[in-house]
């Protein structure tokens, strides 16, 4: 799928014992947010499965080898917090168990600063040299990545190896390249030779030297990493210490982007062609000028914050929560539902 960013950072993060109360309000949050969702018997997972919504709720879902669930961009434009309910996970494949993540399009690399900075000054008087070109801008720093949402797992049984779960912060983009340095100003051509009727009163001057090109501007700064979301998984308090080691969880935060490449160097100046002799007294023309020196590349920009990494969290469910998430049955609200549309529109 070319709108999934490649996973490259892996962080172990231990995972955290949440309190009774703590998976209460976390019990209540699933019901205000997902209401009572339809329970699906049997949700087989094989290939990549792209989620619209912000839960799923399943008696029983089943990942074939290398198989997928991410969470839609379109999803996360109006939730951050998504939801796994299933009395069963099971991954067919311990070596190719499958993955939960969410979905999140590249990040746009930073665009050159444009233009070209001021150039030198060219030769004023005869003779004069050019002058050195100004140094470039700084790059446009680079885009962040976005912050990982958070996904809570209500689970009650896992009897193999558990999905990875991927919810790593977006790594940030490159750093824009820096401005093109100034070109340096060309030399102003030599003095002419001058002469009286009996002697050379003044012989032919040289041209004057180019300027030196400016030095590029630094390469923008990379873009900052995106925060590492929250996983919190909830299950029967036996069954906690093996999900520590079935489930694989990522939340690290995303590395911050490169820095962008420096400026390219102004052009040298060129050097002012000699002074003409004035025969047949002054004999010569001058000299030629010498062209300046091409600027140097600007240095590279520094490489963007990597983003915070998030948390794991770990709670145990009572039986009675247990019926609150497992057991609810959707068909007496929806009557109600149904009853009280048709009371308010009774011409129906």
Same mark, same amino acid.
């Given at each position: 799928?070319?709108?999934?960013?490649? *996973?490259? =950072?892996?962080?172990?993060?231990?995972?955290?014992?949440?309190?009774?109360?703590?998976? #209460?309000?976390?019990?209540?949050?699933?019901?205000?947010?997902?209401?009572?969702?339809?329970?699906? =018997?049997?949700?087989?997972?094989?290939?990549?499965?792209?989620?619209?919504?912000?839960?799923?709720?399943?008696?029983?879902?089943?990942?074939?080898?290398?198989?997928?669930?991410?969470?839609?961009?379109?999803?996360?434009?109006?939730?951050?917090?998504?939801? *796994?309910?299933? &009395?069963?996970?099971?991954?067919?494949?311990?070596?190719?168990?499958?993955?939960?993540?969410?979905?999140?399009?590249?990040?746009?690399?930073?665009?050159?600063?444009?233009?070209?900075?001021?150039?030198?000054?060219?030769?004023?008087?005869?003779?004069?040299?050019?002058?050195?070109?100004?140094?470039?801008?700084?790059? $446009?720093?680079?885009?962040?990545?976005?912050?990982?949402?958070?996904?809570?797992?209500?689970?009650?049984?896992?009897?193999?190896?558990?999905?990875?779960?991927?919810?790593?912060?977006?790594?940030?983009?490159?750093?824009?390249?820096?401005? =093109?340095?100034?070109?340096?100003?060309?030399?102003?051509?030599?003095?002419?030779?001058?002469?009286?009727?009996?002697?050379?009163?003044?012989?032919?001057?040289?041209?004057?030297?180019?300027?030196?090109?400016?030095?590029?501007?630094?390469?923008?700064?990379?873009?900052?990493?995106? &925060?590492?979301?929250?996983?919190?998984?909830?299950?029967?308090?036996?069954?906690?210490?093996?999900?520590?080691? =079935?489930?694989?969880?990522?939340?690290?935060?995303?590395?911050?982007?490169?820095?962008?490449?420096?400026?390219?160097?102004? &052009?040298?100046?060129?050097?002012?062609?000699?002074?003409?002799?004035?025969?047949?007294?002054?004999?010569? $023309?001058?000299?030629?000028?010498?062209?300046?020196?091409?600027?140097? #590349?600007?240095?590279?920009?520094?490489?963007?914050?990597?983003?915070?990494?998030?948390?794991?969290?770990?709670?145990?469910?009572?039986?009675?929560?247990?019926?609150?998430?497992?057991?609810?049955?959707?068909?007496?609200?929806?009557?109600?539902?149904?009853?009280?549309?048709? &009371?308010?529109?009774?011409?129906?």
């Amino acid at each position: 799928m070319d709108s999934i960013i490649s *996973i490259k =950072k892996r962080v172990i993060i231990l995972a955290k014992q949440l309190s009774e109360l703590d998976v #209460s309000l976390k019990i209540n949050e699933y019901l205000n947010d997902a209401g009572t969702p339809f329970k699906i =018997k049997e949700l087989i997972v094989d290939g990549e499965q792209v989620i619209n919504g912000w839960y799923i709720r399943a008696e029983k879902i089943i990942f074939k080898p290398g198989s997928s669930i991410w969470f839609s961009e379109a999803a996360q434009q109006n939730r951050t917090n998504f939801y *796994i309910v299933a &009395n069963e996970i099971i991954c067919e494949d311990d070596n190719s168990p499958g993955l939960i993540s969410w979905q999140h399009t590249g990040v746009v690399n930073q665009e050159p600063t444009s233009g070209q900075a001021a150039s030198g000054h060219h030769g004023g008087s005869d003779g004069e040299s050019g002058g050195v070109g100004q140094e470039g801008s700084k790059g $446009n720093k680079g885009y962040n990545g976005k912050n990982a949402p958070n996904l809570t797992i209500f689970v009650l049984n896992m009897p193999s190896s558990g999905p990875e779960v991927n919810f790593k912060g977006q790594d940030g983009g490159n750093g824009g390249k820096g401005q =093109k340095g100034g070109d340096g100003g060309n030399g102003r051509k030599g003095r002419p030779a001058s002469q009286s009727a009996v002697t050379c009163l003044r012989g032919a001057g040289n041209g004057g030297n180019g300027g030196n090109g400016g030095t590029g501007g630094p390469g923008g700064d990379g873009g900052d990493g995106g &925060n590492g979301g929250i996983v919190t998984v909830i299950s029967k308090g036996d069954l906690l210490p093996s999900l520590e080691q =079935k489930l694989r969880v990522i939340v690290s935060g995303g590395l911050g982007g490169p820095g962008g490449d420096g400026g390219d160097g102004g &052009n040298p100046g060129l050097g002012g062609p000699g002074g003409e002799a004035a025969l047949p007294l002054c004999a010569g $023309n001058g000299s030629s000028g010498s062209s300046g020196i091409g600027g140097e #590349s600007g240095p590279a920009g520094e490489t963007g914050r990597a983003g915070v990494d998030g948390d794991v969290f770990h709670g145990p469910i009572t039986e009675e929560n247990i019926i609150n998430i497992f057991n609810i049955d959707p068909i007496p609200l929806i009557r109600n539902l149904v009853r009280s549309i048709r &009371n308010n529109n009774p011409e129906q």
